[in-house]
């Protein structure tokens, strides 16, 4: 069965989400709709990447993902089909593809035909209507006409000496969770068996735990989670509000120096 994927920054206070799934049921009602997240803070795309890029993944090939963060303010905001390791993403061009690998993504991208209505609410029309013609079939240049690039935005980036690794929160998650940009495998290499302080806000660790309930509560640790990324986190706390740290704090790990 074809899978849309959809994520956006609506809520669910309002009629938004049904609408955009009652288009794209008026026009195949075989389609299978996931809801990734609509819970998205406003118009934060990095957010949206984080979520998005951490989960894309695990769809079969094929799916496509509907996305609606920060959507267009005028007429002159493209309005894409993207392929991209073999999955489709329908959205606004405002840089959130290009944030879903950290190398450079040269993706096919065509920009669709838009409508009135498409200044409005897109989601409604063009988005919804492409997203149903990517589920069913269709090929992505039957769209509408191709852009060689997509905007670009950066993502954070580690820092690595001979003993530091800085980085920052790239992520905070409902729970108060402090997700980095430290991955494991940047651990590892540097680590090297070598002794290590992480560092954050006004708190340090000395260990890095390998599940949640590995100290008491109330209790800071860290661990990398499913994503393969450092989380720094409060067993049963909130880290962000009792640690005093928000997206892109700096989280530094400082290695004891290698003997001369």
Known sequence: MAIITFMSDFGHRDHYVAAVKSKIYSINPN???????????QFNIP??????????KDFPKGTVHLVSVNAPNNAQDKLLAVKFEEHYFVGVDNGLFSL?????????????????MANI?????????????????????????????????????IRIT???????????????????????????KAC?????????????LEKISIS?????????????????LLELAISLGNASELLGMAYDSPVRIMFTPEHE
Not at 100 to 116: H, Q, T
Not at 165 to 188: P, R
């Open 100 to 116: 879903l690998s950290d190398k450079p993504i040269m993706p096919i991208a065509v920009e669709l035909n838009r409508d009135a």
């Open 31 to 41: 389609i299978n709709i996931v809801d990734i997240c609509h819970q998205i803070e």
């Open 192 to 204: 090297a068996g070598r002794s290590f302080e992480i560092i954050f806000g006004r708190e340090s």
């Open 162 to 188: 001979k003993n530091m690794i800085a980085g920052q929160v790239v992520h905070v998650d409902s729970y108060g969770n402090l997700i980095t940009n430290i991955t494991v495998e940047a651990f590892d």
């Open 212 to 228: 949640y309930d590995q100290t008491e509560n109330g209790d800071v640790l860290a661990v990398f989670n499913s994503n393969h």
């Open 121 to 157: 609410f897109p989601e409604r029309t063009a988005l919804a209507t492409a997203a149903v013609s990517l589920a069913s079939g269709m090929q992505i240049y039957n769209l509408g006409i191709q852009v060689p690039a997509i905007k670009q935005m950066l993502n954070r980036q």
């Open 47 to 56: 957010h949206a990447a984080y979520v998005l890029r951490s989960v894309y």
